[in-house]
């Protein structure tokens, strides 16, 4: 029973939850098939970034929550592949929990009437 336990420690284990840093362009990989990456910086004590890769069903059905300041919770899949005695991974989410927005500031109107001209340095 113990090993069961241990086997669904490892897949609850391939999570992230921070703060969408970066956001590339969605680009067409092969004719017909687009990949967008982006990047997480964790919240941890010692803040790790994970960049991660989402294929087209992903990216439709993800890509609204993905933007630079948003904070995310993510599950993943590690994919690895081997090549010339290589290996390669990505990080691919098929879970993504939109857990804050980031707060878009909207510039102040000056008000024309009430400026203090006397304290202008010129």
């Known amino acids: 029973m113990e ?4 086997i669904e420690e490892i897949k609850n284990a391939n999570s992230a939850k921070g703060v969408v840093v970066s956001v590339s ?7 017909g098939d687009n990949l967008l990456e982006f990047r997480l910086r964790t919240d ?6 994970f960049e991660f890769v989402m ?6 059905k993800f890509e609204d929550k993905i933007a630079e300041g948003n904070t995310l919770g993510i599950r ?3 994919k690895a592949r081997e ?5 390669y991974y990505s990080l691919v989410p098929w879970s993504v929990e939109l857990l804050q927005v980031l707060a878009v500031a909207t510039p102040e109107e000056p008000e024309e009437d009430g400026v203090d ?5 010129f």
């Open 55 to 60: 294929y087209d069903k992903g990216i439709t």
């Open 76 to 78: 993943f899949n590690i």
């Open 117 to 121: 001209e006397s304290n202008v340095p």
């Open 44 to 49: 941890d004590a010692y803040p790790q970034v």
């Open 83 to 87: 090549y010339n005695d290589n290996f």
């Open 3 to 6: 090993e069961n336990n241990n």
């Open 25 to 31: 362009p969605k680009r067409e990989y092969r004719p």
